[in-house]
């Protein structure tokens, strides 16, 4: 990965101001600051959250990436998205994904 990507602009917790300037590459960047190293599970939970939200014009709720999971791990889909994001949906995955941060939503 070339680490001379710069970041778009930031809010004071790190997420992208406006989630049109997001890329793969600046998804690379933030995972790094997130310490997640990204697999293809990660990229499967990251480019469904892109495509929901560029046909939504807004983020997926969890419920969403767990059903999307579901189709491939059934069960176990929702203690796959948390353990892809350890830290939290919200924190590592909306972050990730370059989603603005939630207004009235815990980063939990």
């Not at 970041?7 to 917790?13: C, V």
């Not at 933030?30 to 560029?54: C, G, K, Q, S």
């Not at 189709?71 to 353990?83: S, V």
């Amino acid at each position: 990965m070339d680490a001379t990507v710069s970041l778009p602009a930031l809010d004071e917790e790190g997420y992208l101001v406006e989630p049109g300037e997001w890329n793969e590459a600046v998804a690379e960047q933030l995972a790094l600051a997130e310490d997640v190293r990204l697999t293809d599970e990660h990229w499967d939970v990251i480019r469904f959250m892109r495509e929901y939200y560029e046909e939504h014009q807004i983020a997926p709720d969890a419920r969403y990436v767990i059903k999307h999971l579901s189709n491939r791990l059934g069960a176990d889909a929702r203690n796959a998205l948390f353990k892809l994001f350890a830290y939290g949906y919200v924190k590592q995955a909306w972050k990730i994904a370059g989603m603005k941060r939630p207004r009235a939503w815990s980063t939990g």
